[in-house]
Nanobody, 119 residues
Framework: QVQLVESGGGLVQAGGSLRLSCAAS????????MNWYRQTPGKQRELVAA???????NYADSVKERFTISRDNAKNTVYLQMNSLKPEDTAVYFC?????????????WGQGTQVTVSS
């Protein structure tokens, strides 16, 4: 079992920046990928950014060049630096730990943190 606790959300004006943090209760070196998702009412949760155990990153087209995902293995924490924020970035952001072990897939989720970008 992996517990994830997000922090860093809040209200910011368009063009501003926020940094989200996701603290994991387990060694994230054992987790295949750490991901950030976001969700708005009435829409499916969408993958925003991902970082693998090996350090490879992937981003949704809508956030490329603006968001950066990183991980601090010593602190078992993953970050999402969000710059040049837009009103359409408003959502609840969730941290996800994706782990495969012995042929089984495990997905763990945080409680979410609200990000609101005003125009």
């Amino acid at each position: 079992q992996v517990q994830l606790v997000e922090s860093g959300g809040g209200l910011v004006q368009a063009g501003g920046s926020l940094r989200l943090s996701c603290a994991a209760s387990a060694n994230i070196n054992l987790i295949n990928a750490m991901n950030w998702y976001r969700q708005t009412p009435g829409k499916q949760r969408e993958l925003v950014a991902a970082v693998t155990r090996g350090g490879s990153t992937n981003y949704a087209d809508s956030v490329k060049e603006r968001f950066t995902i990183s991980r601090d293995n010593a602190k078992n924490t993953v970050y999402l630096q969000m710059n040049s924020l837009k009103p359409e970035d408003t959502a609840v952001y969730f941290c996800n730990a994706h782990r495969s072990r012995d042929g089984l897939i495990f997905d763990y989720w945080g409680q979410g943190t609200q990000v609101t970008v005003s125009s």
